[in-house]
């Protein structure tokens, strides 16, 4: 009832009336440095970000940011990025045309992002340093603060931030204080978790170090039904047929719910007042089963009952040194980093019972290694600026391999192809420079003028090759005479491309009060080129052209009454040129499809965010926000390579223009309405917390062609409560998410080639109603 409520067009035009008032808002920006304790203090707070390599008052930053404390990550219950969905605005997950695993899903602001398996359009940094795709939404550990910047954020935070970054800030260990945290948590998945973090002085004043640590296991909240036994393809039953394409097909046994290890690192050096030196090391370890490829679109359930059933592995770890001397006038700061990440992600690639030894496995391997060096000023004078140099080179490799062992026409592809074996090996190698700079200027004690730039080149190389192995099954009637141009399936092809971007951003920013800031910028935002990483032809291999887009925004934002109200508004327009989109397409002369990517020519997303927190008394707030993002393909055409529209002619009349369209993973409305209140005892106190939050619905696939249908994914609804305990450095929690239980889908994964009618189709959810219970010392 109360869900339907809130659904109704009256309560959502009342909601957004009332948020525009300042009565609603989020609870991230105004708690932001909050205290975690009973009295709430602090919400009323200045909140300082660095989104612009400095530190400074949110309300003095002429860029849309959503920030995240430690305090309200834990309040929240807060596990990566992708857990504030619903509640940053105009925030969004993509899925992958290629994989449904939890390893290759991307980030997507304002509609600004990716469905492709390329370098993501928001980037996450983790104390400056770039964070591989793989590796960009790992377990949330020994967090400062996280800041969700959005817009082009390319003049100071580098590449691939076209729709905004993620500013991770670790924790740095007191030179003079001891501090310890540790935390038990259980919830009614059987989840079994222990954090904890020890940081503070080695030598008193000068070195200090810090180490955190979480461990989880858990029986998850989905089952895999499949046997830990592969079925052995009809057509080759020789295994070590099997193995000369993918040695790990004999191997993988499916695991025992999903077990998780990561810790993180951290020793810091001060010389004097001038020179500081942190060094610090992370390494993440998960393994389970995969929610992969997901419960069947129709059967609202939470299993997965495919004959198959496999472990998924995720490894990652980096270190990271920042190095920062002050002079007279100026810092000095160079951050050197490397991260690597390897994911493994076998699946049942069909979900059912129904077919036999379908299976596809997508493993990836991804390494980053740059070297950041930058000089800002450091005085307080009406002139501020910054200048620095940028330096990377990445690795990727990709090998997807997959098997159809038992298909029939009903499925979209003809019986035929039995016994197809097949695997594309993709290496991407890029190395690049850049250099950036911005100044800011206070024409009067009120307005501030700020421009920026960028300049940045990139080359990449690529290595490709496709492996077919046709069963002699007496019924092939399209792959044996083709053979996609490789001339042996052993020999690769080598392509190289290289692009180059000058990224200008500017912004004026005017102090109404001394609480109260309006602002207006415009920013030009880029992503490289890239190459296909799944080609099926030598001819596939071609660059994929760069993505640029252009964002206009104007904002207010400010506190009101001494900090009891604080609120965030801006409204913004995005125009895309060449978005890089995946697309299902059939190779020329048969039927056989296969996953491209394309460049929509152009498009364009426009909206507006509202946040806030209002605070009647001292131990009572309320929260809430709410944003819209209307996207749409002005122009985008996809060639499908198939006689589309029937005239017996394969040409560019069979073109299928998108125009128009939305764009998919990109709801159009978002909002969350939330409440704290604290209830003071004798000697402790009672926090009690609660949350809604509200996606609408969206949807995934192309339409380019009748296998890849577009497929709605229904909007979704999650309340959330928690009651604390708190006694000095105690805290006894319990807590639900999803309290009504709702069955929520995040996205849908359409399986290697369906129908319209039926198919492979399958949900990506998230829990249903988790309960549980956590006790945390702090010292």
């Known amino acids: 009832m109360f869900t339907k409520a809130l659904l109704s067009p009256g309560a959502r035009a009342s909601l957004a ?94 509609g600004v992002g990716t469905n492709s398996p390329l370098e993501p359009s928001v980037a996450t940094f983790v104390d400056g340093v770039y964070s591989p795709a793989l590796d960009f939404d790992n377990e949330l550990l020994d967090i400062e603060r996280i800041e969700i ?6 003049a100071l935070f580098g590449r691939n931030t076209e729709g905004g970054a993620v500013n991770i800030v670790t924790k740095k260990p007191s030179l003079t204080d001891m501090h310890a945290r540790v935390q038990l948590l259980y919830d009614n998945f059987d989840t079994a978790q222990a954090t904890a973090s020890l940081s ?54 499916a695991a025992d719910g999903e077990r998780q290890v990561t810790a993180r690192a951290k020793l810091r050096y001060v010389l004097d007042d001038s020179f500081e030196a942190v060094l610090s090391a992370n390494i993440s370890q998960w393994k389970g089963q995969d929610q992969a490829p997901g419960p069947m679109v129709d059967c609202h359930c939470y299993t997965i009952d495919g004959d198959q059933a496999f472990q998924n592995t995720s490894k990652s770890y980096g270190t990271a ?97 039995d016994g197809l074996w097949n695997q594309q090996l993709t290496d991407i190698r890029r190395k690049g420079v850049a250099g950036f700079g911005q100044v800011s200027y206070d024409i009067t004690d009120q307005l501030e003028l700020s421009v920026g730039a960028r300049y ?72 490289a080129g890239s190459f296909q990483t799944a080609p099926v032809r030598p001819s596939d291999v071609v660059p994929i052209d760069p993505e640029k887009t252009t964002n206009y925004e104007i904002g207010v934002k400010g506190r009101l009454f001494g900090g009891l109200l604080q609120f965030d508004a801006d409204v ?4 895309i040129k060449d978005q890089q989109l995946s697309a299902v397409i059939f190779l020329e002369g048969s039927d056989f499809p296969t996953t491209t990517i394309t460049n929509a020519s152009s498009s364009h997303t426009k909206g ?71 209830l003071p005892l004798a000697d402790s106190d009672i926090l009690f917390d609660a949350n809604f939050r509200h996606v609408d619905s969206t949807y995934v696939g192309s339409a380019s062609t009748s296998v890849d249908p577009i497929i709605p994914v229904p909007g979704w609804n999650r309340l959330d409560a928690s009651v604390s305990w708190i006694k000095g450095n105690w805290t006894l929690k319990a807590f639900a998410q999803n309290l009504t239980d709702n069955y929520i889908v995040l996205s849908r994964f359409n399986s290697f080639n369906v129908q319209p009618l039926g198919g492979f189709v399958h949900n990506r959810v998230a829990a249903p109603r988790r309960v549980g219970a956590s006790v945390t010392f702090k010292y």
């Open 200 to 253: 503070g002085p080695i030598i008193d004043g000068k070195l200090s170090g810090g180490v955190s640590v979480l461990v989880r296991h858990s029986d998850t909240f989905f089952d895999q039904n499949g046997a830990n036994v592969i079925t052995p393809n009809p057509f080759f039953p020789d295994r070590d047929l099997a193995q000369e394409f993918n040695s790990k097909y004999t191997s993988y046994k």
């Open 608 to 678: 507006f965010e509202l946040t806030g927190q209002l605070r009647p008394t001292q131990r009572f707030s309320i929260n809430g926000n709410v944003a819209l993002v209307d996207s749409e393909f002005d122009n985008y055409s996809v060639l499908p390579g198939n006689d589309r529209n029937g005239d017996g002619v394969v040409n560019a009349d069979d073109v299928y223009d998108r125009s128009g369209q939305a764009f998919p993973s990109t709801p159009k409305w978002t909002y969350t309405i939330g409440a704290q209140y604290n």
């Open 572 to 575: 913004f327009y995005v125009k």
């Open 321 to 417: 040194l920042t190095l920062e001397k002050s002079f007279t006038g100026a810092t000095l700061t160079m951050i050197a980093g490397y991260q690597k990440a390897k994911s493994s992600a076998p699946h049942d690639f069909d979900g059912t019972t129904d077919r036999i030894g379908n299976y596809e496995d997508y493993d990836r391997i991804q390494s980053s290694a740059s070297v950041e060096l930058r000089l800002a000023s450091n005085g307080s004078g009406p002139l501020q600026w910054l200048a620095g140099l940028y330096g990377f080179r990445d690795k990727s490799f990709t090998d997807r391999f997959y098997i159809f062992a038992d298909m029939d026409a009903e499925d979209g592809i003809q019986s035929g192809y």
């Open 149 to 154: 910047l959005k817009g082009p954020q390319g």
């Open 17 to 110: 009336a009332t948020v525009a008032l300042g009565a609603l808002a989020t609870g991230q920006q105004a708690a932001a440095q909050q205290a975690p304790d009973a009295e709430m203090a602090g919400m009323g707070e200045e909140i300082t970000v660095t989104a612009r390599k400095r530190d400074e008052s949110l309300k003095d930053v002429p860029v849309a940011v959503t920030v995240y404390s430690s305090a309200e990550l834990e309040r929240i219950n807060a596990t990566n990025v992708e857990s504030t969905l619903g509640m940053t605005p105009g925030l969004y997950v993509g899925g992958n045309f290629l994989s449904p695993s939890r390893d290759y899903r991307q980030l997507i602001i304002r």
């Open 456 to 527: 940045s080149w990139e080359k990449a190389k690529v290595t490709a090759l496709e492996r077919f192995e046709f069963p002699d099954n007496g019924v092939y009637p399209y792959l044996t005479s083709l053979d996609y141009g490789w001339d042996d399936f052993v020999t690769p092809v080598h392509r190289s491309g290289s692009w180059d971007n000058f990224s200008p951003q500017a912004s004026l920013l005017y102090k109404v009060t001394p609480d109260v800031s309006v602002y207006a910028s415009v920013a030009k935002g880029y992503k």
